[in-house]
């Protein structure tokens, strides 16, 4: 396969912020057919692609769109996929960009979840902007050697006993493109979901909210670069730094909202003095928004796959799940199916033998997708929920957040941890999230830590000094690298996703 088709190639850089302009390629120099196609060009199908070509897998990305956009929907990268980074070796230059938070507000200026204790080498949330990410995980999955084609729309999808056979169009031309497996990384309103006739279960909220990037102009001292939050009869107001003097700031009214008028020439005026009016009255300060960026109002929903796999179809990010943005969580809930899957579809694909993965791959993240949205389900509840019980439900939910065993099991779900053995080399479960732990130097082992050992893309065995391999171990046919730890008595086997197996 020619690997020159529809590389994106950087062409400048503006203000610190990469732009990109899209290389395209004739159809013709498409591929017939590819191992793996990820339909989605954001983030969760890049780190799939990467993680794909990371096994040896052949690799195209197919993204409707020609550029990266440069709105920022998702914003924080929580502890858990810092690790997930770190354990391909790519964390830097995220955490270089980024601005990390101490913190998560609640609402109210004494309910925050503090992120200092959690047990990461990532104590903190990172605020990146989309775009950025978006540019750092496709740079990962260019250099693994996936390829990547912008500008290039699937509109048809149809599976037969050899494989999927996607249509695409791409400049004003249709081609069809045979895959053994498709991803579909197309996110809320997927093309692939609905094409292989997969249901999925939608709830639309009662909730309005408001969302606005901008610069805050306030009458006294300027608030610090750390999220911060209000809630008061009219409302509730989190505010989450870029760190540049940007702000998001999330408004949950609790009053309706005026019906939208679009009259001509002005309606981003409008949509700002709205923000700007809900802004005063719920926090009663003088805060002033300026240089709006981006304003978005809608009402949150929750959206779950009925199934993440179709036979040789599977789902990933918000194509199979969509939940509140309440907490941060969506970003990074596909990212973690993205390293789930990547590892198993690249051995599926290499040999039928390995087709059960995929459908352990499903049945794991879905449930791990519900237990997300009870968690966002629940905070939207919280934040949004208007009358005289909903102030009831904020004061007591609030009185609870503010007691230390609260904030530190609300820390190490948002970081996406849940499951670690709080005490290191405590017991360990199937599916856990490894830690991690110094390995011991030997002559064989050049790497001195699980997540350096982890960037191999190999399954990592865990074996102590004096003690005995897992007796799994030699059953396995999947690449395994050995290392010895003092940090476990028992050994164990850690998955090419950071999870044990």
């Known amino acids: ?229 209000r809630w008061g009869r009219d409302g509730m107001a989190l505010f989450l730094p870029f760190g540049d003097g940007r702000w998001r700031v999330i408004l949950y009214p609790y009053r309706p909202l005026p019906a939208r008028r679009h009259t001509p020439g002005g309606p981003a005026d409008i949509d700002t003095a709205l923000a700007q009016a809900l802004l005063r009255r719920i926090t009663g300060q003088g805060l002033a928004l300026r240089e709006v960026e981006w304003f978005s109002r809608y009402r949150c929903e929750h959206r779950h796959a009925a199934r993440y796999r179709h036979r040789r179809v599977l789902l990933a990010g918000d194509a199979a799940h969509v939940h509140p943005p309440t907490g941060g969580q969506g970003l990074n809930t596909g990212i973690a199916d993205a390293m789930s899957l990547g590892w198993r579809l690249a051995a599926a694909a290499a040999d039928p033998r390995y087709d059960g993965l995929l459908d352990a791959y499903a049945r794991e993240r879905r449930q791990s997708a519900a237990r997300v949205m009870r968690l966002t389900g629940a905070l939207l509840h919280v934040n949004a929920t208007p009358a005289y019980w909903g102030h009831a439900l904020r004061a007591a939910a609030l009185a609870g957040a503010r007691l230390p065993p609260v904030r530190r099991r609300l820390a190490v779900v948002l970081a996406g941890l849940q499951g670690r053995s709080e005490s290191p080399g405590g017991r360990v479960s199937s599916g856990a999230p490894a830690p991690d732990v110094p390995l011991t130097d030997t002559a064989t082992n050049p790497h001195r830590r699980l997540f350096e050992a982890l960037r191999t893309g190999a399954h990592v065995h865990l074996v102590p000094p004096c003690g005995t391999p897992d007796p799994r171990a030699a059953a396995m046919t999947l690449p395994l690298l050995t290392v010895h730890t003092d940090a476990y008595r028992q050994p164990h086997i850690v998955r090419p996703d950071g999870h044990f197996l």
């Not at 998702?74 to 955490?95: K, N, Q, W, Y």
């Not at 990172?126 to 509109?155: F, I, P």
Request: with cysteine.
């Open 1 to 229: 396969m020619d690997k020159v088709v529809a590389r994106c190639q950087p062409w400048g850089v503006v203000d610190g912020s990469p732009r990109r302009e899209c290389r395209m390629a004739s159809p013709s120099f498409l591929p017939d057919a590819v191992q793996v196609a990820v339909v989605g060009g954001g983030p969760v199908g890049l780190r799939l692609a990467a993680e794909l070509s990371l096994q040896g897998t052949e690799c195209l990305v197919l993204e409707r769109d020609c550029r990266i956009s440069r709105v920022t929907r998702a914003l924080v990268l929580h502890s858990r996929t810092l690790e997930f980074l770190d354990m391909r070796g790519i964390a830097a230059p995220f955490l270089d960009l980024g601005h990390r938070y101490r913190h998560y507000p609640l609402g109210s200026a004494h309910a925050t979840v503090p992120f200092a204790g959690v047990d990461s080498p990532f104590p903190c949330a990172l605020a990146l902007a989309q775009h950025r990410t978006t540019h750092l995980l496709e740079q990962s999955a260019l250099k693994n050697g996936a390829l990547v084609v912008r500008g290039a729309e699937v509109t048809g999808v149809r599976e037969d006993d050899a494989g999927v056979v996607l249509t695409v169009r791409q400049s004003g031309r249709t081609r069809p493109i045979r895959a053994a497996y498709v991803a579909g990384c197309d996110g809320a309103h997927s093309t692939v979901r609905r094409l292989a006739g997969i249901p999925a279960h939608r709830i639309v909220h009662p909730y309005d909210v408001v969302s606005v990037d901008a610069r805050l102009d306030s009458p006294g001292p300027p608030p610090q670069q750390q999220p911060w939050g």
